[in-house]
């Protein structure tokens, strides 16, 4: 019987797990320790690269979960709104790692099975008790399609590639860093019959990652530096393949513009993909899109089914361990220019234009209605309005919209209410989505959707994933896009969005000798 159902049946369970918080010396950059993790089961590493910065203090890795949860929709399959589950059990009741994982596969709603998961394999522990927010707990993605699982939606385009709408790592053991203190801190869970058994397992467990921090700190990896094209030769740029060509897209752009003449919506993000083969070892890219892009919510996450390698600068969703919900959407893009002059210029341009202003406004009334929704009535409220952040390929204008959460609620309620960020949908919400399932040929899959960790204290901090790389069978997919309004210029729409995608493209010639 596993885990979950021994639960559900009431039947005897494992010993409540032992939980170990060791504060740790490192000698290198905390980002580099991912060396010890990332060829692991499962691996994950949230980094916040860009520092200093209000919203990088924090950045934690972890791999080998004792489990794994998995969802995805049923493309209209009865019956109506559940999903298919699998959940993979890696630890056995003893906390010993199974040599053949034990897997459950079942229908049921995305959302319930995940909050029955998390209760199985709780840890539980008071949010005050913490030197960092995320110790025990899951790390792992809501892909954009997840929105389907709370709102019934038409689903046309193809999944191309196919990979689970979510997609969570329960990890034992977890390794974090206070970039604000410099202090890091070492998480270990053990599992066991009995409390001197899960004990015991922690200890080792605990030992074990220490030797290997030991180890690599003799022998550290070299620094990262991209290739470079041999002397002679012409760079030759990465190949792109796009869904839609400059013309392509501007057509998409004016049917959304003639959705919003009709009056069905006021504002919709439109989106479209490119791909490009990867010949290289996907951490090599996300060391250089790293080094070139640094971002408050970058990541890298190493899956059986796909890499993903983001460099995200945009909050979705976080709580904190008072129940304060945060959001900080970000609509309104200008490109960094070549000296001081030109980006004063575009910093100008940015601050005071009227269409920008009013795209973040519309995000910012429709994120406060999804608070509204699970925060306490009266305060919901916005402390940043139309702020501008410096980034290294563009400028970005953000607001900050938060909010207490209820007191019977929990941080899925929380997802629930405002998935998928508004930023990346438009307004209203829900027929926006289903403009943008006609529009968009493919499903966008993790682009657009979050990732990020749910502690099992309650706090939780999720990003948007733009900037982002999916990388399947040797291949590299990623999206970039923008909002449409009314007064839209949409070859400008396309520019802008080529200008999200200058990092992503940076990187991969780069990382090809393409460039230098």
């Keep these: 019987m596993s885990a979950i159902h021994a639960v559900r049946d009431g039947t005897k369970k494992p010993s409540p797990p032992h939980h170990i918080v060791q504060p740790v010396k490192l000698a290198l950059p905390f980002w580099r320790y991912f060396e010890l993790f990332r060829k692991q089961p499962y ?30 929709r049923q493309h209209g399959v009865p019956p109506e709104g559940k999903a298919r589950i699998e959940i993979i059990h890696r630890r056995d009741a003893d906390g010993s790692t199974l040599d053949a994982p034990r897997v459950e596969q079942h229908l049921a709603d995305a959302f319930d099975e995940l909050r029955a998961v998390t209760e199985t394999y709780r840890v539980k522990r008071a949010p005050n008790d913490a030197p960092v927010p995320f110790l025990t ?13 709370i709102e019934k939606m038409p689903d046309l385009g193809k999944d191309q590639p ?3 709408d979510i997609y969570m790592l329960f990890m034992d053991v977890v390794l974090a860093h206070d970039h604000e203190s410099g202090e890091s801190y070492l998480s270990i869970v053990g599992r066991g019959t009995d409390a001197k058994g899960a004990q015991a397992r ?11 921090i030991q180890q690599m700190e003799k022998d550290p990896p070299p620094e990262w530096t991209p290739p470079k094209a041999p002397a002679g030769t012409k760079p030759t740029p990465v190949e792109i393949n796009a869904h839609f060509d400059e013309a392509g897209y501007i057509n998409m752009v004016r049917a959304a513009k003639d959705h919003i003449t009709a009056g069905d919506i006021f504002e919709v993000c439109t989106t479209h993909r490119l791909d490009s083969p990867l010949r290289a070892d996907p951490w090599d890219l996300y060391r250089e899109l790293r080094r070139i892009n640094p971002a408050p919510f970058a990541c890298y996450i190493h899956l059986p089914e796909a890499y993903v390698v983001s460099s995200s600068p945009e909050r979705f969703l976080s709580l904190d361990r008072n129940r304060v919900a945060e959001s900080r959407p970000i609509k309104g893009t200008r490109p960094r220019g070549k000296s001081n002059e030109e980006d004063e210029a575009m910093l100008a341009d940015l601050s005071a234009n009227i269409k920008d202003r009013a795209e973040n406004l519309m995000i ?49 309620d929380l997802i629930k209410a405002c998935f998928p960020g508004g930023s990346m949908t438009g307004a209203p919400k829900i027929e926006a989505m289903k403009i943008i399932d006609r529009l968009e040929p493919v499903k966008r899959g993790i682009y657009s959707g979050s990732i990020g960790y749910m502690d099992f204290s309650g706090v ?6 733009i900037r982002t790389f999916v990388v399947v069978d040797g291949r590299c997919y990623y999206n970039v896009g923008g909002a449409v309004v009314a007064d839209s210029d949409p070859r400008g729409e396309y520019l802008e969005t080529m200008d999200k995608a200058r990092a992503l493209i940076t990187a991969l010639n780069n990382l090809a000798g393409g460039t230098t």
Excluded: W
């Excluded at 590493?45 to 924090?58: G, V």
């Excluded at 791999?63 to 998995?70: G, I, L, N, T």
């Excluded at 707990?137 to 699982?149: I, K, Q, T």
């Design 460 to 465: 939780m901090d999720l990003n948007i994933v």
């Design 43 to 72: 691996a994950c590493l949230l980094d916040s690269a860009r520092a200093p910065h209000k919203l990088c203090r924090y950045s934690f890795m972890g791999s080998d979960p004792a489990a794994v949860y998995k969802a995805k």
């Design 364 to 412: 910012v009334d429709l994120v406060r209605n999804d608070f509204g929704r699970v925060c306490k009535f009266n305060t919901v409220h916005v402390p940043e309005l139309l702020v501008i952040e410096r980034y290294s390929t563009v400028f970005q204008l953000v607001s900050t919209i938060r909010g207490q959460l209820e007191d019977d609620k929990d941080p899925l």
């Design 202 to 212: 922690a200890e080792a467990l605990r030992d074990e990652t220490l030797a290997r």
């Design 137 to 149: 707990g899951a790390m792992g993605y809501f892909g954009y399609e997840a929105g389907y699982f």
């Design 162 to 164: 196919e990979l689970p």
